[in-house]
């Protein structure tokens, strides 16, 4: 380390003794103070050319609920203490307020003159002409400071500082990426104080939640990371850093989010750019002064601030490898389309509609209280929040009852008091955008019921807890993320009623499951659609599970393992870097259906397979043999009664295959689907022995298989049997991976269990290539069956009769219809149309780069899994390349179950 380290040492940050207003918000430069050890932000005579501020907007006035009691002798006024008696304390028992000094952030702040630029190298960066944006606290509205709003040469003077600092930083050992990922947790720990004070002014959460719950989860990160960091050139020896890292993270848990991404990035040897959400930028900067302070290299992380385009700049940026993104659904769509194509890696943490599914053996008072945690956390703001509650029948209005009483009782007010349950949102136009979707819900007809009485009406952007009733699944409150205090109730009657109504929703991040009987919750939380279920608790996070969601919610995870693949790649993939612009995907997968054939073009029909047919009269014609598509676990013509030949190789047509359209992707999806639910529940054990019998079956075909090669391909008979004999071979491999690849036990912090759970996709589409046209099918098509996934899989496209053969091999190695789903036709053109079907939850495609840009583009519309190769092959017998665990990574899902135990031993 004394080699690596710069040689003058480790930058650090003092605190600056001065005497400070708590409630000062001055911006008066006076004398201008220094940081030891960083160096000062440049001092330029240019005035900004424009300074952009928020407007103080008008709030939408509420509309109160007039049967609502509640004592406003129990609402102190933000700020302010209750002028009463000792003795009337105790008659009255009324909270007061227990106020967070903000001394500490406004030094830290006035050491900064109050005026942030960006953080680039280890420096604070200010170049001339940019304009400014007015950081306001929210529970108060009043002036915290000014931020910089960048431009485009901004992001190119970052990513370009991180490309530098990658050169040296990818090469250091773990042990040392370790020790310098330590030292930061290590340093976030030492101002653990400071950091709470800051997201709370900032972002307006409770200082009960910024220092309890942000800042410790941010440190448990950073020292989670710094083991992956040691561990991960012995535990992952195939794969190698991706290069430099675009963040773009929400407002709602700034810090938290930002460490997310930034120590797997770290760890994994990347670099990387942040840029934090335009609400709530402080707590990111004064991460990065820190990370200087525990002596990270300069270059290493960087951090810009700006608006939406500047994001946008970002991820478009040639340079960087790698987007981490968590925000809303749209904006996640928006970038999924920007990076399609570019060979960038993208993972997408969005939006949520997360149920709370409460049985009625459940214990009521404490699922009350879970109810509480559960959507009036940080406001609502949470994008795992409970805002969806379902309740059974039999205890449904006592459990209204019980859940209003107790919302009467909620504190609302400032975010430096100790003692308030709720704080402010973060902003006008947030508050706004929540009341709008109440008053859509009284248009609507539902029954609203809201606790106005505590909210402070002096000052600050506070929205009322708030309950809906009398609800329907498609009612708009039930279907859109509204992102603030609120929650609607529904009732059920049986547990499979709950299972359909916590599963209707396009977003399946997180959920949880309330009831005494640990086998129904059990059984409960493996139906649910989400990323992770908390049995009996929610929004429980560790670094040691990742989060992350399905469908809507996005793809990817946050922490644990399984994050660590979002910031490699293989070993074997080159560094792309590819102008997806100039890549035209306006007619992909237009074709034409085939003609007859023109025997003045020499196209003629010779069906020649000697050594199967042996020798025949020259006057003796073939028999034709056109294969049909295979869905639903029989042969099927195809929609449009068209067929293409395939030629041999002398050019000669061997056979016709039919030629597959939209409608024939539509029966084999919904065959794919109607076989789903009852193959992914079946028995590994079963999956196996089936994957098992069919290498049994393939081998006593093996010279038929073997001479179809020669005859296709012109590769030579050891060639072909030695790719027969490989796809027996990875036919074994896969099905000995059926029962080997369930999931794991994790080791967060919580007393109980947290099971990460490998469950199937869903029907994934799949393209496969030309070359290897046997060994890449099987490759493809049995880590997707083993791991429970349906499929529609399109062999290639130059030789697919290997496939069509396979037809009887599948209906004696008794694989129940609708598992395999083959379709035969122009790839691309069945491509599209499985790239654009919405119940097909992942893509696979194996051809062109023009190919790939349209698949990551179509799956934007439902944000489905994608696995592209660029254009780019691969070696097939390699046994990394062609059956390494990325394979089985893109088979699963990860859901974890958070299950905590008894009291016996809590204690």
């Not at 947030?430 to 819900?441: E, K, N």
């Amino acid at each position: 380390l004394e080699i690596i380290m710069p040689k003058q040492g480790s930058p650090t940050i003092t605190s600056v003794k001065k005497e400070v207003n708590p409630t000062t918000t001055s911006t008066k430069k006076e004398v201008k103070p220094t940081t030891n050890g960083v160096t000062p932000a440049p001092v330029t005579s240019k005035p900004p050319k424009a300074v952009e501020t928020k407007s103080k907007l008008t709030y939408p006035p509420f509309k109160f609920d007039s049967s609502l009691q509640t004592n406003k002798e129990d609402v102190a006024p933000t700020g302010t203490k209750p002028d009463m008696k000792v003795a009337e304390v105790f008659d009255t028992l009324s909270y007061g307020p227990a106020p967070e000094s903000p001394a500490v952030m406004n030094a830290w702040l006035d050491a900064h003159d109050r005026d942030f630029g960006h953080f680039i190298n280890n420096q604070w960066y200010k170049p001339e002409g940019r304009r400014s944006y007015e950081v306001r606290m929210p529970a108060r509205d009043e002036f915290m400071c000014k931020t910089m709003q960048g431009n485009e040469d901004d992001v190119n003077t970052a990513v370009d500082a991180a490309s530098e600092a990658y050169k040296s930083w990818s090469t250091l050992p773990g042990h040392v990426r370790a020790r310098y990922i330590y030292s930061i947790a290590r340093h976030v720990q030492k101002h653990h104080r400071l950091i709470a004070v800051c997201e709370a002014m900032d972002n307006g959460k409770p200082i009960r939640e910024s220092r309890d719950a942000d800042t410790n989860v941010v440190a448990r990160w950073l020292y989670y990371y710094a083991g992956w960091a040691q561990l991960i050139e012995s535990e992952m020896p195939q794969y190698t850093s991706v290069g430099v890292v675009g963040g773009i993270v929400a407002w709602n848990f700034p810090l938290m989010l930002l460490v997310w991404k930034v120590a797997p990035a770290l760890a994994a040897g990347n670099t990387i750019v942040m840029k934090p959400a335009t609400y709530t930028r402080l707590s990111t900067l004064l991460f990065a002064e820190i990370c200087a302070e525990a002596g990270l290299p300069p270059g290493v992380f960087n951090v810009i601030t700006g608006g939406g385009a500047m994001g946008s700049q970002l991820v478009a940026h040639p340079s960087v490898s790698k987007v981490g993104f968590t925000g809303s659904t749209g904006v996640g769509q928006l970038l999924r389309r920007l990076t399609a194509g570019s060979g960038k890696k993208i993972s997408l943490e969005l939006g949520g509609k997360s149920p709370i599914v409460v049985f009625d053996d459940a214990d009521i008072d404490g699922t009350i209280e879970g109810v509480v945690d559960a959507i009036f956390f940080n406001q609502g703001q949470v994008c795992s929040a409970g805002s969806r509650l379902i309740i059974q029948e039999t205890i449904y209005d006592k459990f209204i009852e019980k859940l209003k009483e107790r919302m009467s009782h909620l504190r609302v007010g400032d975010s430096l008091d100790k003692c308030i349950d709720i704080g402010a949102i973060v902003d006008p136009k947030q508050r706004s955008d929540i009341d709008s979707f109440v008053q859509i819900a009284r248009e609507e007809g539902n029954d609203v019921f809201q606790i106005c009485a505590c909210i402070p009406t002096d000052k600050g952007c506070y929205y009322p807890p708030t309950l809906i009733t009398n609800v329907d699944t498609a009612n708009t409150c039930v279907q859109e993320e509204i992102f603030g205090p609120v929650v609607t109730a529904q009732s059920f009657r049986t547990a499979k009623e709950a299972v359909s109504l916590a599963n209707n929703t396009k977003f399946g991040l997180g959920s949880s499951v309330w009831t005494e009987n640990l086998p129904k919750a059990l059984e409960v939380a493996l139906m649910i659609k989400a990323g992770t279920v908390w049995v009996n608790g929610h929004n429980l996070f560790d670094a040691a599970a990742g989060f992350g969601g399905y469908r809507e919610s996005g793809f990817g995870r946050d922490g644990g393992k399984e994050c660590l693949y979002e910031y490699l790649k293989p070993k074997h993939l080159s560094k792309l870097k590819i102008d997806a612009e100039k890549l035209d995907i306006s007619k992909f997968g237009q074709v034409v259906p085939k003609t007859p054939l023109n025997p003045a073009q020499g196209e003629e029909f010779e069906h020649s397979l000697p050594s199967l047919t042996g020798p025949r009269s020259k006057d003796m014609p073939t028999v034709d043999r056109t294969y049909k598509m295979y869905y639903g676990g029989s042969q099927k013509r195809p929609d449009a009664p068209y067929s293409r030949p395939v030629f041999d190789k002398n050019g000669k047509v061997m056979a016709q295959v039919g030629e597959g359209n939209r409608k024939d992707v539509r029966n084999a999806v919904e065959a794919a689907h109607k076989a789903f639910s009852g193959w992914g529940k079946r028995a590994a054990h079963n999956r196996a022995q089936i994957v098992y019998y069919m290498a049994e079956n393939l081998e006593i075909r093996r010279a038929e298989m073997a001479n179809r090669l020669v005859e296709m391909t012109g590769c030579s008979e050891e060639e072909a049997l030695g790719e027969v004999d490989a796809s027996i071979e990875r036919l074994f491999y896969w099905g000995a991976y059926a029962d080997k690849y369930g999931g794991t036990v994790q080791e967060t912090t919580l007393y109980g269990a947290t099971v990460k759970i490998h469950e199937p996709v869903g029907p994934i589409g799949i393209a496969c290539p030309d070359e290897f046209p046997l060994l890449s099918f099987v490759s493809l098509f049995a880590p997707a069956i083993v791991r429970g996934n349906t499929l529609v899989i399109v062999p290639s496209e130059k030789y697919p009769l290997l496939a069509c053969d396979l037809y009887q091999v599948f209906e004696t190695s008794d694989l129940p219809g609708g598992v395999v789903n083959i379709l035969t036709g122009d790839r691309d053109h069945l491509t599209k149309y499985l790239a654009e079907h919405q119940d097909v939850e992942a893509m696979w495609y194996f051809g062109s780069q023009e190919g790939s840009k349209f698949v990551e583009t179509a799956s934007a519309e439902n944000i489905k899994r994608t696995w592209v190769n660029y254009g780019e092959k691969r070696n097939w017998l390699d046994k990394f390349e062609g059956a390494g665990e990325e394979f089985l990574y893109h088979s699963v899902e990860c859901k974890n179950i958070w299950m905590p135990m008894g009291t016996i031993y809590a204690n």
